[in-house]
């Protein structure tokens, strides 16, 4: 009889061999703090407040959270629409600073816009002092052409230097003296005058010794008449032409019977 309890744990135990077994409720070894008192110090949490424990709220913290509860019974507030670049711009503090590179972009895109501002009113200035220097330029250039017609009208060129001395050049044709003459008088109303006259003094003293006296005698005669009608139908009345006019009739006996009212009225003009 004394080994009955003992086979029968030992039956007992071979018959729940491999089965899971239910846990204990009673426990078989004694608490280390009663149920009432405070959890001791937990090591993985850092402190001595059981999470795992319910608490029981008090009736203050209760009253704040109806709140909560009463949401449907609020009525929603009315809101504004928003814009279109909604959400594209990060929102930061006036006197948030923890985010610098936000705050560094603002301050470059600030200096481009101030240099820009300036760039824009320099460039107003540069294009003026641009435009001034090209009317000064303009007006340098046309200074410089008239300088270099004058010049080019007071200069004279030699063609054609003629030996002097021991063998000078004498077998010269007469064109080649008259055609710098020619280029000369051009230049020089003054100098036609003269150089008109001079011809035509030796032209006419030419024929003289060529032809016979009655001929010479019809060709002034013509002469004359063509020197009235210079006087008589002249429109500008250029002062060197009228003087040449007048010098050719007054070298020249022959030719100083003009009209007095021409002379008069030519010499008026001229003034």
Known sequence: SSQGPDSLTASES????????????????????????????????GS????????????????????FDKKTERQAAARKPVGEGFGLRRLTASTDEVDSRTKADHERRSNILRLRRRFLKDQEKVSLRFAQKEIQQQRQRKEEK????????A?????????????????????????PLQALAQGDPILAKLLFS??????????????????????????RC????????????????????????????????????????????TL
């Open 14 to 45: 071979g018959a729940t061999k491999g089965k899971l077994r239910a846990t204990q409720t009673s426990l078989e070894f004694s608490q280390t703090q009663t149920p009432g008192r405070r959890s001791a110090y937990n090591w993985l949490t």
């Open 48 to 67: 001595s407040v059981d999470t795992l424990a319910d608490y029981s709220l008090s009736s203050e913290s209760l009253s704040s959270l109806l709140v």
């Open 146 to 153: 008239a300088d270099q017609r004058l010049r080019k009208e």
């Open 155 to 179: 200069q004279v060129t030699l063609y054609r230097s003629y030996r002097v001395g021991d063998f000078p050049d004498i077998q010269i044709p007469y064109s080649s003296l008259i055609a």
């Open 198 to 223: 001079s011809i035509f003094a030796g032209i006419l003293q030419e024929m003289e010794r060529k032809h016979s006296p009655e001929e010479s005698v019809r060709v002034k005669e013509e002469l």
């Open 226 to 269: 063509n020197m009235n009608s210079f006087l008589s139908k002249s429109t500008l009345c250029f002062p060197p032409f009228i003087a040449c006019v007048q010098d050719m009739c007054y070298r020249h006996r022959e030719l100083q019977q003009l009209d007095p009212a021409n002379i008069s009225s030519t010499c008026l003009v």
